[in-house]
């Protein structure tokens, strides 16, 4: 079974508004990673967030982690066309060797 | 700089065919992964290697094997292709098994 999950799995939007995403996770973690991945592409890493920290921004991102609820949020704002991708969070696992496991993903559509 | 390389972009085997993945990164990074994406699965770890001379199962790590050549390289090998390795194949590099990881293009590989 996968540690994290994407909520939702599909979400379309208009251009300049904003698109949140949740990922929850099952297990204690160290670390959460967003990446984001365009159409026939491979992912590009996008935040990383450590477990004694709530919330981190780059530049219209910005991510946050509640490990009480084992959930974390990416929040894109004033989103544009080109922000249509898939977005997967990534939980580090005692398995593995402490790698990280990807969620199934959320598909956004940001139309013009 | 090319990042994470991939080799090749796309192939198609017949079952039974056996074929080895190349990849190469030039960020002098420790630690290389292979992944396997399938559609709504989010991706699986195959094998990754820690550090050079290294190597660990992942996740689904049945029906592959893996060499790390060298720090730079890290090769996937199918020895007996089957239609369920249908599949887009992405190699990742990072520093460590706790950083973010810089991904290849992927290679999309259809076992018939």
């Known amino acids: 079974s996968q540690q994290g999950e994407e909520d939702p799995q599909a979400l379309s939007i208009q251009e300049g508004e904003n698109a949140t995403m949740n990922c929850s996770y099952k297990t204690s973690i160290n670390n959460l990673q967003w990446y984001r991945q365009n159409s026939g592409r491979g992912l590009v890493h996008l935040i990383l967030i450590r477990s004694n920290e709530r919330e981190k921004h780059s530049g219209r991102l910005r991510v946050t982690l509640d490990t009480s609820k084992k959930s974390s949020s990416l929040l894109i704002t004033a989103s544009r066309a080109a922000d249509t991708a898939s977005y997967f969070c990534?939980?580090?696992?005692?398995?593995?060797?402490?790698?990280?496991?990807f969620g199934p993903g959320t598909r956004l559509s940001v139309l013009p | 700089n090319a990042g994470v390389t991939q080799t090749p972009k796309f192939q198609v085997l017949k079952t039974g065919q056996s074929m080895t993945l190349q990849c190469a990164q030039d960020?002098?990074?420790?630690?290389m992964y292979w992944y396997r994406q399938d559609p709504g699965m989010g991706l699986r770890l195959i094998y990754y290697s820690a550090s050079e001379g290294t190597t660990d199962k992942g996740e689904v790590p049945n029906g592959y094997n893996v060499s790390r050549l060298n720090k730079r390289e890290f090769s996937l090998r199918l020895e007996s292709a089957a239609p369920s390795q249908t599949s887009v194949y992405f190699c990742?590099?990072?520093?460590?098994?706790?950083?973010?990881?810089?991904f290849g293009p992927g290679t999309r590989l259809t076992v018939l």
């Open positions: 990742a590099s990072s520093y460590g098994t706790e950083a973010e990881q810089f």
């Open positions: 960020m002098n990074h420790n630690s």
């Open positions: 990534a939980t580090d696992a005692e398995n593995y060797g402490q790698n990280f496991v």
